[in-house]
């Protein structure tokens, strides 16, 4: 006889990522696997949201907390009415020698997260594990995100029930609401880092970037398009940051780039970073605020 290696190809390497979708609605993609070796492969597709040692695998401490601003959870929030928050199809079949079998993947958050993920395994004649994909997705309330940084929130949510409140503690809690409106309290802290090289014969400044998104959703089809604007421009240029676009607006189910440049000025001491912190707003169907915190720092070649 003769031994055969199976041999495929993914059209996905390492990561699928679904993008930001309103939760209650879904979206799908798509991948293919390729047979290239001259025999039939048996596969079978295995998600580890599924799998049967899950809940001994999360008998540990959450990465938070070991692992800092590292987030290395594989399977991470999950929908809350007990469903996968991510579904394939087909699971199981056969891809004869030479031909392609088409994957969907479905994504269905069913609330507000930033933090979906699961990691999908193609497992061939029950023994081989011929690709990993890592699956990853964000669901928002409100058809407009902010990304880019690093987020300064804990990427593990509690699925504790909690119990429901009184008339009054509702009430206070919208009056908490209001003023928080007014006071412009931001409801999520972004941390972007720059890093000046000093040392190179023509040092360029350092660049990082904000993106600031519009998705596009059938709930929210007859609003207009996201607004966005950045204050404290004044003392941010004083401090040596170049922000393109500090204003504009977004089309649904476009993404906006800002570039944000940083050069150290002449008074600047390179003992301690320079911190700088400004307002992003927001505004669609609701007015959201991000508090953008600008850390620059001098290194070395």
């Not at 979206?27 to 998600?47: E, G, M, W």
Request: aromatic fraction near 8%; glycine fraction near 6%.
């Amino acid at each position: 006889g003769h031994g055969v290696m199976p041999s495929t190809v993914c059209s996905v390497e390492d990561v699928l990522n679904m993008g930001y979708v309103i939760a209650g609605e879904k979206v799908t993609s798509t991948f293919k696997i390729q047979n290239t070796s001259t025999l039939a492969l048996r596969y079978a597709v295995q998600l580890d949201s599924l799998s049967p040692t899950r809940h001994k695998d999360q008998q540990r401490l959450p990465s938070f907390i070991t692992s800092s601003l590292q987030r290395t959870e594989i399977v991470g929030t999950q929908n809350y009415n007990g469903l996968s928050v991510f579904s394939i199809f087909p699971t199981e079949g056969e891809i004869a020698a030479g031909k392609s079998q088409e994957f969907i993947v479905t994504f269905s958050p069913d609330h507000e997260s930033l933090y979906y993920s699961d990691r999908l395994k193609v497992v061939l004649f029950g023994k081989k594990t011929a690709h990993v994909i890592n699956l990853k997705g964000a669901a928002r309330t409100h058809p407009m995100f902010v990304e880019g940084g690093l987020s300064l929130d804990v990427p593990v949510e509690s699925l504790a029930v909690t119990s429901p409140v009184s008339s009054q503690e509702a009430l206070g809690g919208v009056y908490l609401f209001h003023i928080c409106l007014e006071l412009q309290k931001p409801v999520r802290s972004i941390l972007l880092i720059l890093e000046y090289i000093e040392g190179e014969s023509s040092p360029g400044p350092a660049v990082t970037e904000l993106k600031v998104g519009a998705i596009q959703s059938t709930q929210f089809a007859s609003k207009k398009n996201v607004e966005f604007s950045l204050d404290s421009l004044p003392l941010l240029q004083q401090k040596g940051f170049a922000v393109d676009a500090a204003k504009g607006t977004v089309e649904r189910g476009k993404v906006k780039r800002i570039s944000v440049s940083w050069v150290p000025p002449a008074d600047f001491s390179a003992v301690n970073p320079l911190l700088v912190t400004a307002l992003l707003t927001l505004k669609g169907d609701i007015k959201e605020f991000y508090q953008i915190h600008f850390m620059a720092k001098v290194v070395s070649a």
